[in-house]
């Protein structure tokens, strides 16, 4: 999204980039903040609670799993979209983890031309 946002120019600033969490256990705030300064500095992170988040994951019916790692730690399997919603918080759309560029620089304009 830092690439993207870059390349929207001015009209970027009409977008509200966030990035959530799905491993709050990990994710506390100071370490988002910490992981978000290798990005654009517009993308804000949001975490919560356990539950904070599992709300929030079952209401965009992302995809979320703990995965066990051998020497006892773990890692996070999940959905790897970005999902787009409207001005008035209505889906808009998908953009996937491969989609090539130019894919989600249309989507992001099209979006744009909504009147996020």
């Known amino acids: 999204m830092s690439e993207a946002l870059k ?3 001015p ?6 980039v966030l990035f959530v969490t799905v491993d709050p256990e990990r994710d506390t705030a100071e370490a988002l903040a910490n992981y978000l300064q290798a990005f654009d500095p ?3 992170g949001l975490t919560g609670n356990p539950q904070q988040v599992a709300a929030m994951a079952n209401a965009y019916r992302a995809y979320w799993r ?3 790692l051998e020497d006892g730690d773990y890692t996070m399997d999940h959905t790897a979209s970005v999902f787009l919603m409207d001005a008035g918080g209505r889906f808009f759309g998908t953009i996937g983890y491969e989609e090539e560029p130019s894919v989600r620089m249309d989507k992001l304009k099209r979006l744009l031309a909504t009147g996020t």
Do not use: C, E, F, T
Request: net charge positive; proline share 7%; no cysteine.
């Open 42 to 44: 517009r993308i804000v």
């Open 11 to 16: 009209d970027a600033g009409s977008l509200k």
């Open 7 to 9: 390349a929207l120019g």
């Open 66 to 68: 703990k995965v066990p």
